[in-house]
């Protein structure tokens, strides 16, 4: 059984940054598409990033263009997040998840197999 395991998040001012990274066990990471989501109580989750199992190719949402970073050590099972220049609206739980099938990653959760736990994001003005 695949587990997914984040860490990071916190509170940060408006312009700061964090670091959000989830750890994979119980699969064969390096074959995962891995993204992350992020989701407002009240709201719909929301797409935020992904990476090819390769990390050749990356996609981004439109609202985190140019400030985040998704990367991911495939000797480490780990993907991480890299939020710069964060934004209150950035604030939500943040999920990162895993899509067992190779190919180019995709923008909807029910493309992913596999979730973390979630870890809060909080972004103060």
């Known amino acids: 059984q695949v587990q997914l395991v984040e860490s990071g998040g916190g509170l940060v001012q408006a312009g700061g940054s964090l670091r959000d990274s989830c750890a994979a066990s119980g699969g064969t990471f390096s074959w995962f598409a891995m993204a992350w989501f992020r989701q407002v109580p009240g709201k719909e989750r929301e797409f935020v990033a992904a990476?090819?199992?390769?990390?050749?190719?990356?996609d981004y949402a439109d609202s985190v263009k140019g400030r985040f970073t998704i990367s991911r050590d495939n000797a480490k099972n780990t993907v991480y997040l890299q939020m710069n220049s964060l934004k209150p609206e950035d604030t939500a739980v943040y999920y990162c998840?895993?899509?067992?099938?190779?190919?180019?990653?995709?923008?909807?959760?029910?493309?992913?197999?596999?979730w973390g736990q979630g870890t809060q994001v909080t972004v103060s003005s």
């Open positions: 998840a895993a899509d067992r099938n190779l190919g180019s990653p995709g923008r909807l959760g029910e493309e992913y197999d596999y």
């Open positions: 990476i090819r199992w390769s990390g050749t190719s990356t």
